[in-house]
């Protein structure tokens, strides 16, 4: 099985209880609320969005770790790593929301997708990344690009920092396509 990131439809984050987000949207609309910004509703638009994003979170995170703590600062390494949702608009400061799922424990973490974004795409300039390069949209796109050869023939037109740690590189581009497809599409993104 593992662990996926994945987009979360209109319907799943409205539905409250075990199989829905329900539950954290309703907290994160409150939290909203309080601090005076508008409510958080997954667009319709969103359900018609070409590809359910779905990526599995199985390579070794050592190397994207140690090019994290180089690169980043701790609250910017906070900011990409440690949420549990990740919403497709700007947020000051991450907001914890006392509503536990099966990754979260206790507290459900909300970051904003466009401070994930600028976060990858500075990772990906550091590595030499050839984000024109890498699929986008279509389900475990970018898993099969790492693991079926395409990275490989890509490694030998496009050299760069990127191709000396496979899993790297599929961890910035994991971000980075992530933060897109919440931008693009209106949708939250979670582990699942």
């Not at 662990?3 to 829905?20: F, I, K, N, R």
């Not at 638009?45 to 779905?54: I, L, M, Q, S, Y």
């Not at 906070?78 to 099966?102: C, H, K, Q, T, Y």
């Not at 424990?105 to 997708?113: L, P």
């Amino acid at each position: 099985m593992g662990v996926y990131l994945v987009s979360v439809t209109a319907q799943d984050w409205s539905q409250p209880g075990e199989d829905g987000y329900g539950d954290v949207a309703a907290a994160l609309n409150t939290e909203l609320q309080r601090r005076g910004l508008p409510p958080y509703e997954v667009p319709r638009t969103a359900r018609d969005a070409p590809g359910w994003f779905e990526e599995k979170v199985s390579p070794s995170m050592d190397g994207f770790v140690a090019l994290c703590r180089t690169r980043l600062t701790d609250a910017e390494l906070s900011a990409l790593l440690d949420w549990n949702v990740l919403v497709p608009f700007a947020l000051e400061e991450e907001i914890v929301l006392p509503v536990g799922s099966a990754y979260s424990g206790e507290e459900t973490v909300i970051t904003g997708a466009p401070r994930v974004l600028a976060l990858a795409e500075r990772l990906a300039g550091a590595i030499g990344l050839p984000v024109d390069a890498l699929p986008a949209g279509e389900n475990l796109a970018l898993s099969r690009w790492f693991l079926n050869g395409e990275a490989e023939q890509t490694a030998r037109t496009r050299p760069g920092p990127w191709t000396e740690d496979r899993d790297t590189a599929f961890y910035v581009t994991l971000y980075l396509r992530a933060a897109q497809h919440s931008i693009r599409h209106g949708c939250p993104m979670t582990y699942s």
